[in-house]
Every structure is written in C-alpha cells, then in structure tokens.
C-alpha cells in the first residue's frame, strides 16, 4: 500500500510537490491509519515558516530537503498490531498532510494514546496524543468538520486568556488583536467578550480593510479598526496588544505611538509572514507558545480538568463559528497544493474553513 503526501521544500516554501511512498508491513505493537479528514488555516502555513527553528518538519520527517507540514483531523485505524487498538477506532489528532500515517501507541486507555515512535519523543507533548473518538461522549458529530479547524487555535487562545487574566491584564484598559479576523484571534476575543463583566476590557480588534465589515459582524469586539487608521482611531489608555500578525515594523511604530500606555505584547503568531523582520525592536514584548503554557495549566491544574475547562468553552465558541464560517471541502492533491500556495501568499478568506479529505476517490 502507498501513503500520497504534499511535500513542501524546506528552503523554498513555494516548492510543493505531490509525492508518494510505499508503506512497510507493521510491526508487532504498530497501527495504520487511514487519514479522513484535516483542517489548513494560516496556523499550519506558520507551521511552515518556522518549521526549521520550531521543529515542526521533525514529527512527519520526509527528508532533508522535503518537509511535511502536520494538521489536525481525523483517522480511522485500518490495520493493526497493537492489542488495546483496534481495527475501526476512530482517532482525532496530529498528522501529516497525507493519506496514511502508523503509528506506534503507548498508554493506550479509554480516551486515547500517544505516538511511541521514538522521533516524536522529543517533541512537545500534547501533538503527540490521540483522541479516541468512538462512544466519547466529550466529541459531538454535529461539530466534525469544525474541531479540526477551532480546536487547537481555540485552545492557544484560552491559553493566552488565562495568561493575561492571571497577569492582571498588565494592568490595561483595551485589549488589543492584530489579525483580528483569524480564527486564534476570533477565539481570544470570544473569551474576552465571555468574561467582559468580571474583567471590564475594552476588546480592539485590528484587521485589514476587506475584512472590517465581517470582523465587526463577529461581535465579539467593542471597536474593531483598520491597520493603517490605528493611530487616528484608538485610544490612547493602558493597552496590551496580542499579536497574530507579525507586523513587525508596525508593532515597534504603536510601541512608540502609545509610549507609556503600552503595557505589554504578547507575540503569537505571523499571518504576515512576510513582514515580520524580527522581534527584537518590538518593545515590551514576549513569545508565547501554546505547548508550553499547555503543559504548566497540565501541572498546575491536572489534565483532565484543563481539557474539560477547554472543553465547556470550546463548544460555545464552535456554536458561533457555524454560524460565520462555511465549510469547503478540497479532495484532490492538486487543488490542496493550488490552495496551500494562495494560503503561503496570503489569499485567506476569513469566511472559509478549509477541510481536506486525502482518501475520496
Ligand atoms: N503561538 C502559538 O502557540 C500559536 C498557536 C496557534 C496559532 N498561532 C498563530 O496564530 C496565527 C493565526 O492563525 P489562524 O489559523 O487562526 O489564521 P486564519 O484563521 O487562517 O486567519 C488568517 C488571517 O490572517 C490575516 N492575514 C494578514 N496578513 C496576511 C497574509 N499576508 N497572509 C495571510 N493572512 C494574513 C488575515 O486577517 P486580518 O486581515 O484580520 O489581518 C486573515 O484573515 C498564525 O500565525 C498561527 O501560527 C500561534
């Protein structure tokens, strides 16, 4: 049997190629999953940008030259040599943008797994586990084609909630969102307007002018303002600035245009890849990487009470993006590579959640 990939050249991001690799008989203790269905957002182009500095080319290794960039979504086991796994589970986590992904389970219990193969080991931790799907009563069919799409930006984003709430907002006014109209952002400014009564912030958003009208229809934010207008239009009070965008050059000129009411930036993401030239000038500024706050809420709070804190929330938050994002499917190798380069050069369509479905005829 043979695994189909997209391949992306690891020093050329605009070199994509289909590709196709013979899968080996499996071994004692190892499974095969036939992969259904995947989400690509701009998070997983990010994925690609600094898969070198981040590791993400290391979980799905093609080889030095070609990168598989990893995705979220469903699997079901086709094959299987593990007692505790068997043939029909139906499993929703990390993969490759291909067909077929085996994997080698260890601490298999009633809600999942993780991936033993030992080049996974190193990586962080919770890309390495696996829902089991069947008879959880934590996963609703109804929200299928959404979770692969919401679910790990929701959770980055009640992440970075938690972490501003727990540093009393830095003691800020406004809250204020670059790429305003990505779903990570959409998911903080959801938890934000959630707990506007408690926390009484003022939630900006920040996004480019073909997407004002439907980031003000979100309603999640109280102002919601141009790139280019931020300096005519926002007040100026005690802010903290999360930033999707990158937009480096524009995070150092609000640094200087708010001065003393700048309290913090928390450094998310590059949607805008192409205009981040470095962190360093950004003042007042801190990476944060979901993986890492993941596993300190894990050790402060226990696992199971942080995914079902996740959990609650998660599914009001996937009730509304029903209403505002329309599912489009893409079955074919040569329309995910036509939509992986449109993604790589910035032609995102808010109002879209893409699903990919490598195994349709
Ligand atoms: N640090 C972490 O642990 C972590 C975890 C999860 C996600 N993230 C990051 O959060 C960001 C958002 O990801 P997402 O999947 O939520 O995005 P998305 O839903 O696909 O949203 C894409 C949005 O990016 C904005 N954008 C601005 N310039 C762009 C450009 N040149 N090309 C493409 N998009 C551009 C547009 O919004 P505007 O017009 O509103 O700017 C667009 O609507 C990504 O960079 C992702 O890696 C980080």
């Known amino acids: 049997m043979q695994s189909q990939s997209l391949q992306i050249q690891k020093a050329n991001l605009y070199e994509a190629q289909t590709s196709e690799q013979e899968l080996s008989a499996l071994q004692d ?41 990893p995705v979220w979504g469903f699997a079901e086991v086709i094959e299987s040599k593990h007692p505790d796994v068997p ?18 389970p260890i601490k298999v219990n009633e809600g999942g797994f993780r991936d033993g193969i030992e080049h996974r080991a190193a990586l962080p931790p919770i890309y390495n586990y696996y829902m089991r799907v069947n008879n959880n009563p934590a996963f609703h069919p109804s929200m299928e084609n959404y979770l692969p799409i919401i679910q790990p930006l ?12 727990e540093q009393s907002f830095f003691e800020a006014e406004q809250i204020v969102l670059t790429s305003a109209s990505s779903k990570t952002g ?4 959801y938890m934000l307007h959630q707990h506007k009564a408690e926390d009484g912030k003022k939630i900006v958003g920040l996004t480019s002018p073909s997407n004002v009208e ?15 207008a931020y300096a005519n239009e926002m007040t100026k009070s005690g802010t903290v600035v999360v930033d999707f965008a990158g937009k480096t050059q524009m995070l ?14 928390a450094l998310i993401g590059i949607t805008d890849w192409k205009s981040t030239k470095g962190f360093r000038g950004v003042p007042k500024s801190e990476f944060f ?12 709070w226990g696992s ?17 993006t029903q209403k505002l994002i329309e599912i489009v499917y893409v079955d074919d190798l040569d329309k995910l590579r036509s939509l992986y380069l449109e993604m790589l050069d910035g032609k995102v369509d808010p109002k879209i959640g893409y699903i990919v479905r490598p195994n349709l005829p």
């Not at 589970?89 to 994997?103: D, Q, V, W």
């Not at 990487?289 to 402060?300: D, G, I, R, V, W």
């Open 87 to 104: 043939v029909g589970e139906r499993c929703y986590g990390y993969f490759p943008m291909s067909s077929h992904l085996k994997a080698q």
């Open 304 to 320: 199971q009470k942080t995914t079902g804190l996740i959990n609650q929330s998660l599914g009001g938050f996937i009730l509304d």
């Open 214 to 228: 439907f980031v003000k229809s979100v309603g999640y934010y109280d102002e919601v303002i141009e790139y280019d």
């Open 154 to 165: 929701f959770t980055t984003s009640f992440l970075i909630y938690h972490f501003l709430k």
């Open 29 to 69: 203790g190892e499974i095969l999953m036939k992969i259904e269905k995947y989400a690509l957002t701009t998070n997983n182009i990010t994925y690609a940008v600094s898969g070198s500095k981040l590791r993400y080319w290391d979980f799905f290794p093609a080889d030095d030259t070609w990168g598989i960039i």
């Open 252 to 265: 150092e000129d609000m640094g200087n245009h708010l001065a003393d009411h700048l309290k913090h930036i």
């Open 186 to 189: 959409m998911a903080l400014a």
């Open 289 to 300: 990487f979901a993986p890492t706050h993941l596993q300190n809420k894990y050790k402060e």
